[in-house]
């Protein structure tokens, strides 16, 4: 969580709205007040230093529900680097994982943790609904990234894009996501080589105009007036900038495989050192508040590797 330019150029509530100040006050006394019906010494001001020191140093999601996860971009940056962290040995032993076996994983960290976007994930893979199929972990690390993080805006461009193609879109409309979403028809896209060299052998038949999905993303974006995360402009015009059209899939795959979208949400390192045992954090864990921890056991690798 970055803020130093913003403490001087920003004025007090814009501060406390950016980073979510509130949300963190109000589940900490709600952890404390937990924490006191078990515990009646405990010290609040100690509890609620160990609290904002796990959410600083990013162990706060450790265990919680989905649902606090989903609160603010930190915890969900968070929860993805805690994921990394806790089972990359998977990626340095070669092993591949159907979509059901990196949701069981992830549930030992999340237990309410849904399937659909382990499964949104995979499509953007495999590009399919073979659920079955197996995958790598950083090809499933860097996709699930994507899909987790910008997930709100990923299902407003996936209604877009079916608009598009189905020509009913109209530039300035307002963007309806379904509670229930379909798969778009078309998977091959054409973009840069460097972001997804599978998407650029497509068919030039496939996919949209680039130049209306552009406008449609754009779009997206102003409306979006802060209240999700949506990949930076300038990385979907690198994206889009040397095709003439593009497919849903194929931007997924160009955005999970963009470094500059992995520097931007500054969670994870570069894909040539996601398996290097260079964190300091893995061998001195942050304190957390007790009610933060489970109630039952829990995988002791997850322990140990925080």
Known sequence: MSGESDRFSLTAEQYLAKYHVLTYLQDAVAQLLEHKEE???VIPARFLS??????????????????????TPHNIASFIRVF??????????GDLLSAKEYHSLICLLCPDFPFEPVQKTARIILMEDA???????????????????????????????????????????????????????????????????????????????????LEAILQIIHTSSGS???PPVEIIKDLLGSVERV??????????KHAGV??????????SAIMEETDQELSSPAPRPKSGRPKSGISNAAKKAL
């Open 39 to 41: 515990n009646p010494r």
């Open 50 to 71: 160990d609290y904002f020191r796990s959410v600083m140093q990013g162990n706060h999601t450790l265990f919680r529900e989905y649902s606090y996860i989903r609160k």
């Open 84 to 93: 990394w962290k806790c089972f990359r040995h998977i990626g340095r032993n």
């Open 131 to 213: 659920m079955d199929c197996l995958m790598s972990f950083p090809d499933f690390l860097y996709a699930f990234q994507t899909q987790f993080f910008y997930e709100e805006f990923i299902d407003k461009l996936h209604s877009t894009y079916q608009a598009l193609v189905s020509g009913t879109y109209r530039p300035g409309q307002i963007v309806v996501v379904p509670s229930t979403l379909t798969r778009p028809t078309q998977h091959k896209s054409q973009l840069p080589s460097h972001a997804a060299p599978e998407a650029a052998q497509a068919n030039s038949g496939d996919g949209v105009d680039v130049h209306s999905f």
């Open 228 to 230: 999700f995360s949506c």
């Open 247 to 256: 497919t849903f899939y194929g931007f997924l795959i160009g955005l999970a």
């Open 262 to 271: 992995n520097d931007s949400i500054a969670t994870l390192p570069d894909k």
